[in-house]
């Protein structure tokens, strides 16, 4: 989202762009890492950041992913989050408000690391 209004379809030079903005961001200048196109197009697209253990558990087949321990009495399962909130329990109105402030740190971070190569 940029500005509250949907960006539409990422495309590759929306990514290139983030990419090159992550760069300047990290100190690299223009020139962006593979890692850093992973991370605009995870950012553009919405997906989520999996560490690579979990990813490797969900990749499993459903069959394989559940191996209880003999004799285990389990637990009670959380309860479910409503229909407006995320994973994290927040209401709509706090998630788009988390999401103006890590837009406004972008801003920020971006503006800086451009006043840092003007500079020099």
């Known amino acids: ?20 903005e992550l760069a300047r961001i990290n100190g690299r200048g223009s020139k962006p890492t593979e890692a850093d196109y992973q991370q605009a197009k995870r950012e553009l697209t919405g997906e989520s950041e999996i560490d690579p253990q979990e990813e490797n558990v969900e990749s499993l087949p459903e069959s394989e992913g ?3 321990v003999p004799g285990s009495t389990g637990r009670q399962a959380a309860e479910s989050l409503g229909e407006d909130e995320d994973a994290e329990g927040r209401s709509e109105s706090a998630q788009m408000f988390a999401e103006g ?7 920020q971070m ?4 451009e006043a840092d190569e003007q500079n020099d």
């Not at 990514?15 to 090159?20: F, K, L, P, T, Y």
């Not at 971006?110 to 690391?113: H, N, Q």
């Open 1 to 20: 989202m940029e500005n509250a209004a949907g960006i539409g379809t990422v495309t590759t030079k929306m990514v290139e762009a983030r990419a090159r």
């Open 66 to 68: 559940w191996d209880a």
């Open 101 to 107: 402030i890590s837009e406004a740190e972008h801003d």
């Open 110 to 113: 971006l503006r800086a690391a």
